[in-house]
């Protein structure tokens, strides 16, 4: 069985029929005023607010493969106010506000990426993840607790015990956005230079088989794939994440379900699933599947082994019963950065010209536009209250050297597989003691 068709790498690019029209290449060597490497969500964004700030800037992104390759063509489509970091009133308005930037830039530049904002719906199934959610309830800023009756006015969810739902999200269709996005920074005046990859990064100049970029600025916007530069192999961990889609569901099977107001849900065990109702009529469900190849390995064009699709089927068909027979009708999966303490970052440095931003750890979406605005600011010296946000100039230490990486992920979610496994079988209402060790291995503040 095999979800993964050739040239092609997630159900969002082929539900616009592919990728566009491959873009040229850079063809010699070119100097500018900032060059950008990567033409995901973070460098397209931080590439448009530039040109958008100061339309006389020479803007230059450099892609590898084709705008939106990457995490931003394949990822769950959530654009939520979520960001892991430590909890700052500031930063947290900043993500709001990031969500109805992306929403109101969408508008005005004519993106068509199906967004709905509906909010987001975190879904306990068993006693312990009840009692992890009716915590997070309690001290999570603007989430509002839903008992089972009024869950059910939303949607149905077997075995669903309660509910925590924010309205600071939207669904998206994440190729689509960032296809509208690279055509908006083009009609801003950027140049966009595809099947080009990037071979060093240098003060000033950005190296690549086909020519030498010199500019003031050079940014890395290159997130899951930051390891495989020189120098970054262990900066951020590439994490892998698997989605599948269903065909679309019958009437009678909504009926069922509801889900009429399409907001993005997951549940809350610890290795946990994440979904979102498609424009179109499907589910689409992600979780991590491998979610990390030994010595930073991945496939570039996503495959998905069969055992993460069955086990993601499983998941979709435990919560909703009703969609046991909808085939699933396609998979992918794609690569995520990592920071060792899981906290985002972006900076630039005036001195040498060198900016970067990434280490999302899957809550990409959103964060890369706050990201590009906020990198934006800091190289035209513009004075954005941004700057002042925590997770400015913020690194984390490096990850440990192989084999420890690969032996510390791998126990990591093996134990909160287990964790979510036992608490299951055996109805438990708290955490397992396993789960609370790997909390601890993985370093991340939850």
């Known amino acids: 069985m095999d979800h993964q068709p050739a040239e092609s790498v997630s159900f969002w690019w082929d539900a616009l029929g592919g990728p566009p029209a491959a873009r040229p290449s850079l063809s010699g060597d070119r100097s500018c005023d900032v060059a950008i490497v990567g033409a995901g969500y973070t460098g397209l964004w931080t590439a448009y607010y530039l040109a958008r700030h100061d339309p006389s800037l020479r803007i230059i992104v450099l892609e590898s493969r084709y705008a939106g390759y990457g995490a931003s063509g394949r990822n769950g489509g959530w654009l939520s106010a979520e960001i892991d970091f430590p909890h700052d009133a500031?930063?947290?308005q900043a993500m709001t506000d990031?969500?109805?930037?992306?929403?109101?830039v969408c508008a005005a530049e004519g993106i068509e990426a199906d967004a709905v904002k509906s909010g987001c719906l975190r879904v306990a199934v068993t006693p312990a993840q009840e009692t992890r959610l009716r915590a997070f309830a309690v001290v999570a800023a603007d989430w509002r607790l839903l008992e089972?009756?009024?869950?059910?006015?939303?949607?149905?969810?077997?075995?669903a015990r309660a509910a925590a739902f924010t309205p600071q999200c939207a669904?998206?269709?994440?190729a689509a956005l960032v296809a509208g996005l690279a055509r908006a920074a083009e009609r801003a005046g950027v140049l966009l230079f595809e099947q080009t990859p990037v071979t060093g990064i240098s003060r000033g100049a950005?190296?690549?088989?086909?020519?030498?970029v010199r500019a003031e600025a050079v940014v890395r916007a290159t997130e899951g794939f930051t390891a495989t530069l020189p120098g970054q192999r262990r900066r951020w961990l590439p994490m892998n994440s698997s989605v599948i889609v269903t065909e679309p569901l019958p009437a009678s099977v909504w009926s069922e379900i509801g889900w009429a107001d399409a907001e993005t849900m997951s549940d809350f065990a610890h290795a946990?699933?994440?979904?979102?109702?498609?424009?179109?009529?499907?589910i689409?469900?992600?979780?991590?599947?491998?979610?990390y190849r030994y010595s930073n390995g991945f496939d570039p064009n996503g495959h998905t082994p069969d055992s993460t699709v069955a086990a993601l089927t499983g998941m979709l068909r435990r919560l909703f019963p009703a969609a046991a027979e909808v085939p699933v009708a396609r998979a992918w999966s794609g690569v995520l950065g990592v920071p060792r303490d899981w906290r985002a970052g972006v900076a630039f440095d005036q001195a040498t010209g060198f900016g970067w931003a990434g280490g999302y750890a899957g809550h990409g979406v959103t964060t890369a536009n706050l990201a590009g605005r906020t990198l934006a600011g800091l190289i035209t010296g513009s004075g954005s209250e941004l700057a002042d946000l925590p997770w400015v100039?913020?690194?984390?230490r490096r990850w440990e050297p192989e084999p420890l990486r690969w032996l510390g992920v791998q126990a990591m979610y093996a134990a909160y597989r287990h964790a979510d496994r036992t608490e299951t079988a055996r109805g438990l209402g708290h955490s397992t003691r396993l789960s609370r060790l790997a909390d601890l291995v993985s370093g991340r503040d939850r």
């Not at 990031?98 to 109101?104: A, M, N, T």
């Not at 100039?393 to 984390?396: I, Q, R």
């Open 206 to 212: 950005v190296s690549t088989p086909h020519g030498t």
């Open 171 to 174: 669904r998206v269709q994440p």
């Open 90 to 92: 500031r930063l947290r």
């Open 148 to 159: 089972p009756a009024e869950l059910a006015t939303r949607v149905r969810v077997a075995g």
């Open 272 to 282: 946990y699933c994440y979904l979102q109702r498609t424009a179109d009529g499907r």
């Open 98 to 104: 990031s969500v109805d930037e992306v929403l109101k």
């Open 284 to 291: 689409a469900i992600g979780g991590r599947g491998n979610p």
């Open 393 to 396: 100039g913020h690194v984390g």
